[in-house]
């Protein structure tokens, strides 16, 4: 490549990244690509079409997410664009479909959803979650650390953030902040287990930290107080990446990562277990 031949490449490099992250991502256009979503999708713009909800379905999802949830289709075609760009083998592809599901996840966050939006500690984790896909970890880790103040007791964020110390060889940061995710939580079984498994089981008492003002009234696990008297919002999605990460690896050879995965779901939207396409579905 020539002198002239470098600068025309790398501004083609970023007129191809500034295309990606504007580039709409993956609208969901079948029941079986609803089917993989978690079930508040079913009510939001354009899938409503698709999941034949009735309006007073709708009114309710409408009603326990607020203003924001006009907007949280983006949110759901993410989720789609990230579970194909998981099926490309190509990194020059199968990144430009995670750069567009960036883009739809910075559409609703620019819509400004307020601190109370029960559903903003899961954006932003699956948002980290396609960061750390791209190799942007400290973006990741930025948003995760968002994700706990958020909601400190949202056991998804601290699972998440552990796993990436354990895969850059930072084991006691991994250690710590499951430790914390469990003064946070007064159920934190999938914390105690992790912690179980990299041999510092938890000696303190679970939930700690948790002003006492809330421990007689807790909320569900990523849901805001405000929204505690509504109907519960669904949990956050599980979309595997392709990276088996060293949490699952502990142990391996009394458990599969499939068998250790199901003992770590949270509680979550309906699910579909006869439906194998179904990879966001706990």
Known sequence: MTCMDKPLSLFLSALLSAWAINAQADPVTNARELAILPAYCQGTQQVSSISKLPKSAIDDYHKVYGETYHHLHHYCWALVSEFN???????????????????????????????????LPEIYTSRARILLRLGRSGEAV?????????????????????????????KDKAISILEQGVENNLYPTILLNRLERLGKPYKGTPGRAIPKTQENNPTPDGQDASAANQPAPDAPASIQGAKESNANKVNSSTASPAQQNSKETEPVAPENPANPYCRFCP
């Open 85 to 119: 760009a998981n099926r490309i083998l190509e990194k020059g592809p199968r990144d430009n479909k995670l750069h567009q599901a960036l883009g739809d996840i910075q559409y609703v966050l620019n819509k400004n959803p307020p601190a109370s939006f029960p559903l």
């Open 142 to 170: 930025g948003d995760l650390l968002k994700a706990i103040n958020l909601q400190p007791g949202y056991q998804r964020a601290y699972t998440q953030l552990s796993d990436y110390y354990l895969d850059s060889g930072q």
